[in-house]
C-alpha cells in the first residue's frame, strides 16, 4: 500500500470571509478533513458549537467516511465546510 500523499486544498467554513490552504492526506475521511480546516477558523473567528460538521464539495455534502480519493478531490480544489445541526442529515 503506498504511503498517504498530502493534497493542498482551498477550504471554506461557510459563517468565514476566509479561504484557507490546508493540507489534508488523499486517505483523510471527510471527518478528519472537517476538523483540519476548523482548527484554522473555529475558536479564532468563528465561535465553537456542540455540533457535527459537514464537507461540501461540488455541492453535495459528502459521507463522514468517504476519503479524500473517494470523493475526487484534486489538488487546488474549493472544499467547503459547515455545521449540522443535530437531529438533521447533512
Known amino acids: ?10 477550504a471554506k467554513f461557510d459563517e ?3 479561504t484557507q490552504l490546508v493540507v489534508v492526506l488523499d486517505t483523510d475521511t471527510m471527518r478528519e478533513v472537517a476538523i483540519k480546516v476548523a482548527q484554522h ?6 465561535p465553537k458549537r456542540d455540533a457535527d ?9 459528502l459521507s463522514p467516511d468517504m476519503t479524500v480519493t ?5 489538488p487546488l480544489q ?3 465546510v459547515d455545521w449540522v445541526e443535530k437531529g438533521v442529515s447533512p
Open 1 to 10: 500500500m503506498p504511503d498517504p500523499q498530502p493534497i493542498p486544498i482551498n
Open 70 to 74: 473517494e470523493a475526487g478531490i484534486a
Open 41 to 46: 477558523m473555529v475558536g479564532k473567528r468563528l
Open 78 to 80: 474549493n472544499v467547503y
Open 16 to 18: 468565514d470571509f476566509v
Open 53 to 61: 460538521m459537514v464537507v461540501r464539495y461540488q455541492g453535495r455534502g
